[in-house]
């Protein structure tokens, strides 16, 4: 019964290098998300992934963020040429599949990845 | 486009003392609502959530939240406060069309004093 876990805890990187940030999700949960708390614009949505559907990609920020899922599973947050303001912490959550209790079932959050960009 | 105000960024209460946190939504629908706690360097932890029917909802640690569709408000609230209730409360409002993203308020910091 593990919960979602991320992996790195901590990442420092400098400025114009790619990073990637990994979320292993609740096993059996079909949702996936990806968060943003950064502390001038507090928790923001970046994307969202339900089976095998096409994610909602509207979150992101720019085209240099990127997000894949592998055999529904595993999720890596890939961001390109980084920037200082891309210094936040990065949250995962997973969920049951839509409906399982009879509406949006509940997002349970990784620990995140505090993302540091000099 | 659904948003979530917080207008207290900070509150401080006394150990024992009764707690209310604000949250305001904005949405075209009854919309799902929850409040999350964070603690320092933790993730966020469910406290409740309301869906639909009884507007009095009861969650964990002692916190409840009540709906109010009038005042498009779900505030929070606690009888009486531990210690251990210290960190940063969040609400968040989702819509009912089977994309689960969840907008957030900006969150409210907690502090208890003896």
């Known amino acids: 019964g593990a919960g979602v876990s991320q992996s790195p805890s901590n990442k420092v990187t400098e400025k114009g290098k790619d990073v990637e940030l990994r979320c292993d999700p609740i096993s059996g949960h079909t949702a996936l998300y990806w968060y943003r708390q950064s502390l001038g614009q507090g928790l923001e949505f970046l994307i969202y992934f339900q089976g095998n559907s096409a994610p909602d990609k509207s979150g992101l920020p720019s085209d240099r963020f990127s997000a894949e899922r592998t055999g529904g599973s595993v999720s890596t947050l890939t961001i390109q040429r980084t920037q200082q303001e891309d210094s936040a912490v990065y949250l995962c959550?997973?969920?049951?599949?839509?409906?399982?209790?009879?509406?949006?079932?509940?997002?349970?959050f990784g620990p995140g990845t505090r993302l540091t960009v000099l | 486009a659904q948003s979530v105000t917080q207008p207290d960024i900070h509150i401080t209460v006394s150990e024992g003392a009764s707690l209310e946190l604000r949250c305001n939504y904005s949405?075209?629908?009854?919309?799902?609502l929850f409040w999350y706690v964070q603690s320092p360097g933790q993730g966020l932890q469910l406290l409740l959530k309301?869906?639909?029917?009884?507007?009095l909802v009861q969650g964990i640690k002692g916190f409840e939240a009540e709906f109010k569709r009038s005042q498009s408000s779900f505030n929070l609230r606690k009888p009486s406060v531990h210690w251990s209730d210290a960190a940063e409360y969040f609400c968040a409002v989702g819509a009912q069309d089977g994309n689960e993203k969840l907008t957030f308020g900006t969150g409210t910091r907690l502090t208890i004093i003896p």
């Open positions: 949405y075209g629908a009854t919309p799902y």
């Open positions: 959550a997973s969920s049951a599949p839509w409906g399982t209790s009879g509406g949006a079932d509940t997002q349970y």
């Open positions: 309301y869906f639909s029917g009884d507007t």
